[in-house]
């Protein structure tokens, strides 16, 4: 009998459809990998099981009683442990009080330090060794490496001594030694008779630690599969499902053959390193890969907005050294960001405010004088399609998309040379997202270089002219041509850095 | 048309009620409190809060806990500087308006680069640099006379100049026309908006930040500066912390006008409501026999209140 036997789960958050029709069975021993691409559905269904989301349809047996998870505590109470991907330590606390904190020894009202101290040493201990330089017990959370506090999380999921235990890709920021002494805890749990959730987007590690895989794609369970039966082109298959016939997607590839617009090499800085590539006039280029591996980082530090150490950049060859979005704007360069919310609208003011930044600056402007700045925004933002009754009205009373559309109609009064586009659709509707792709075409068409990242892969594949794929913060394979298929881009993006 | 609607929205609509209304108190409480000397007198007692006001109002709306505190600082300093420098001749009168311009503009200055470059709180930075000017006060008293106003300058303040109102208020009118234009025309203005608003999104649209915020503080110096000169020539001479008295009111005529504490909303319009409205209450007061300290606590007690009804929509450290 499965000790986990999850069928049919559906959860939906309005319109969006985050899990259509989630499977699992999972045995007490093993260790069953989840594996999926970007929004396919894992991590719902992990907060599913960890009692944080409450599905919308579907059973969930533990031991083969149904159960239903009113909460995280009840999920506990079941003995079910989960390690976030978004790390829920604080901070300010040391590492054996974060250790400890789902569950304080306490002493009448007061902490029990010595209890608290001793069974916190128990977890530490396992990872003796590799913890790395300023790790000790008493030290708080926040002066900790990004490795030292996932093994903290790592711990604090360890002290649940849960019997299903959920690991929501735990090895991210830890190095080769830490993941082997993870790695082996982990396979102690397992002739324990746990059973363990593990969620990774490395092959290797699949591989070395799994015995049973199942893949999601676009929120439904594909199939399981025993490790030892498959291997990893079996599994990109998978998660790539049915491909659409190339000739649809390389409609776009012009072969843009204009001088270069933007060219970097050798660049590094926080998050990416030694990132060398060319942009001709005319082209998209499509960043692709899982999330956070350097792709915005680049986009950001190339605008002046993040921490460049080293490398050239030219701009249509004249050398050029970003340190500031005020001077990357003079040089011509333009960028969208997907988190409109922090780098994009400024809320509550009128649209027309919201379109003319970009115009003052690159004109020197002094004066805004609504009517001649309305002459000069209407152009941009139809172009867009934007929907609005008045430019004097506030952005806020826009759609997300429309929001959208007026933070990159700034960017067209006076055409950049280059375009970065940080995944520019993040959170907005699809009407919105074809009318910003038919722009972008137009501008490259017209000679604009653009430089897009996408964490969606269909938008990626079907915009990009050529595509590099990032990969632990370095570009891993180029795309180009036929080339530009979802199997490549799966297998490029999940094989070890 | 829709901006000049929204401007006479809410607030200002509230404040010139509350005027109205107070008018008629005050003339019930004491028979004369409305006359139209009287009124001129609140008018021009109304118009030096507001030019504090209005550089208040411009280091507010800039955003990021924007205030400066340190405003009763600079107008005791500039009216003793004016007084030592006129002496009660109207020759001095331009040497004084440039001189506590500048003095004005240099304390503006270094709390604005205290406040973007060093990265120190407005709250703190100013009260820091009033703490600073208070202890030089009193130096500067121990040493040299506190000086006179220029004839020139009491007739510019108290006696009538155009259609029967004195220069002041022709000033405080002008200064208004000149931040609605500079506020909505400018853009300067729409940068002050944008970094009161967001910050990082400004940034990331080429506004200079750092720049137009340390613009804004000078610029708030350069206000309380013009109105420790016009104070001088309203009493005659400079007397121990004359400015005091305006730290506190220059912030809630802005509240009271409309401006958000949080920054990014909001415009002088409303601030002007919001002085004459407060002025008319410190009158009512005064009438009815509460001295100082109790204006004090009435007033401590209004911004908490204003807090509550105006800063319920969007916490201020949002």
């Known amino acids: ?113 010595k209890t608290l101290s001793e069974r916190a040493a128990r977890y530490i201990a396992l990872f003796d060794g590799v913890t790395g330089e300023g790790f000790s017990p008493d030290a708080t959370v926040d002066i900790l490496r990004a490795d030292q506090r996932q093994l903290v999380e790592i711990m604090k999921t360890l002290a649940s001594e849960a019997s299903i235990l959920i690991f929501d890709e735990p090895t991210s920021a830890l190095d080769r030694a830490q993941v082997d002494r993870f790695f082996q805890i982990l396979t102690r749990l397992k002739q324990e008779g746990r059973a363990i959730v593990f969620i990774s987007h490395r092959m290797d590690e699949i591989f070395s630690i799994g015995d049973q ?103 249509e060859g004249a050398s050029y050294r970003p340190h500031d979005p005020r001077a990357a704007i003079r040089a011509g360069l333009a960028y969208v960001s997907g988190d ?100 972008v075409r137009t501008l490259a068409a017209e000679g604009m270089a653009i430089v897009l990242y996408s964490s969606e892969d269909a938008e990626l594949l079907s915009n990009s002219d050529r595509i590099l794929v990032f990969n632990g913060g370095r570009i891993t394979r180029e795309l180009t041509g036929a080339e530009r298929t979802r199997f490549n881009l799966y297998e490029a993006a999940y094989e070890a850095a | 048309m829709t901006r000049l609607v929204d401007t006479l929205k809410t607030p200002i609509i509230v404040a010139l009620a509350l005027i109205f209304l107070l008018l008629i108190v005050g003339e019930m409480l004491s028979p004369g409190f409305a006359s139209p000397t009287q009124i001129m007198r609140l008018l021009i007692v109304a118009a030096l809060l507001g030019i504090v006001a209005a550089g208040q109002n411009l280091v507010i709306l800039g955003g990021r806990e924007g205030i400066d505190l340190s405003v009763g600082g600079v107008v005791s300093l500039s009216a003793i500087i004016a007084g030592n420098l006129m002496n009660g001749q109207d020759a001095g009168i331009p040497l004084a308006i440039l001189g506590c311009v500048a003095t004005g503009a240099l304390i503006g200055l270094i709390n604005g680069v205290g406040v973007t470059l060093m990265r120190i709180p407005p709250l703190v930075m100013t009260l820091g640099m009033l703490g ?20 020139g300058l009491s007739q510019f303040v108290t006696q009538p100049f155009l259609l029967g109102l004195p220069g002041i208020i022709w000033l405080w009118v002008l200064i208004g026309l000149f931040l609605a234009f500079l506020l909505s025309r400018t853009v300067y203005g729409h940068r002050i908006y944008a970094i009161g608003s967001n910050e990082q999104a400004a940034r990331m649209a080429g506004v200079p930040v750092a720049a137009i915020r340390i613009s804004l503080f000078a610029l708030s110096g ?97």
């Not at chain 1, 047996?61 to 989960?82: C, F, H, N, Q, Y």
């Not at chain 1, 053959?257 to 050798?266: E, H, I, T």
């Not at chain 1, 997202?433 to 038919?438: G, H, I, Q, V």
């Open chain 2, 132 to 151: 600073v000017l208070q202890g030089l006060l009193v130096v500067i008293r121990q040493g040299i006379p506190s000086g006179r106003a220029a004839p």
């Open chain 1, 1 to 113: 009998m499965a000790k986990l036997k999850i069928s049919g789960v559906s959860k939906a958050y309005g319109a969006t459809v985050a899990l259509s029709r989630g499977d699992l069975e999972l045995q007490a021993g093993e260790v069953h990998v989840l594996i999926g691409s970007n929004g396919s559905g894992k991590s719902t269904l992990c907060k599913i099981v960890a009692g944080s989301v409450r599905p919308d349809k579907g059973e969930v047996l533990l031991d083969g009683k149904p159960v239903t998870m009113s909460g995280p505590r009840a999920s506990k109470a079941l003995g079910i442990g989960i390690f976030y991907q978004e790390l829920s330590l604080a901070a300010r606390r040391t590492v054996e009080e974060n250790i400890c904190l789902p569950d304080l020894p306490m002493k009448g009202p007061f902490v029990d330090r």
């Open chain 1, 213 to 315: 895989v199942t893949v999601l794609r676009d929120g439904a369970t594909i199939g399981t599969s025993r490790i030892a039966d498959t291997n990893a082109q079996e599994i990109v298959r998978m998660m790539v499902g049915e491909e659409p016939a190339i000739a649809a997607q390389a409609q776009t590839s012009s072969a843009a053959s204009g001088p270069v617009a933007l060219r970097l090499a050798n660049l590094s800085g926080a998050g990416f390193s030694d990132i060398g590539f060319e942009v001709r006039q005319g082209e998209i280029l499509g960043l692709g890969g899982l999330h956070g591996q350097g792709q915005s980082s680049v986009l950001r530090a190339l605008f002046g907005a993040g921490a460049v150490t080293s490398g050239d950049v030219s701009l």
């Open chain 1, 340 to 439: 409109r919310g922090r780098d994009g609208v400024i809320q509550g003011r009128p649209i027309l405010e919201n379109v003319t930044p970009i115009h003052f600056l690159r004109n020197r402007l002094r004066l805004a004088s609504p009517a001649s700045l309305k002459r000069k925004a209407t152009p941009a933002v139809e172009a867009l399609k934007t929907k609005f009754a008045s430019f004097a009205h506030p952005i806020g009373s826009l759609s997300g998309g429309n929001q959208q559309k007026i933070v990159i109609a700034r960017w067209l009064i006076d055409r950049p040379k280059v375009l970065l586009l940080d995944d520019p659709t993040k959170g907005i509707d699809l009407s919105a997202k074809a009318d910003l792709f038919a722009l």
């Open chain 2, 222 to 318: 350069v206000f309380a500066a013009i109105a420790g000169i016009c104070l001088i020539g309203y009493s005659g001479s400079s007397f121990a912390n004359v400015g005091e008295q305006y730290m506190l009111p220059s912030i809630i005529a802005v509240v009271f006008g409309g401006t958000s504490l949080a920054g990014g909303k909001g415009g002088y319009t409303g601030t002007m409501a919001g002085a004459m409205m407060l002025t008319v209450l410190q009158g009512i007061l005064t009438t009815v026999n509460i001295d100082e300290s109790g204006r004090q606590m009435i007033f401590g007690a209004t911004l908490l209140l204003l807090m509550l009804f105006y800063g319920r929509g969007k916490a201020m450290r949002a």
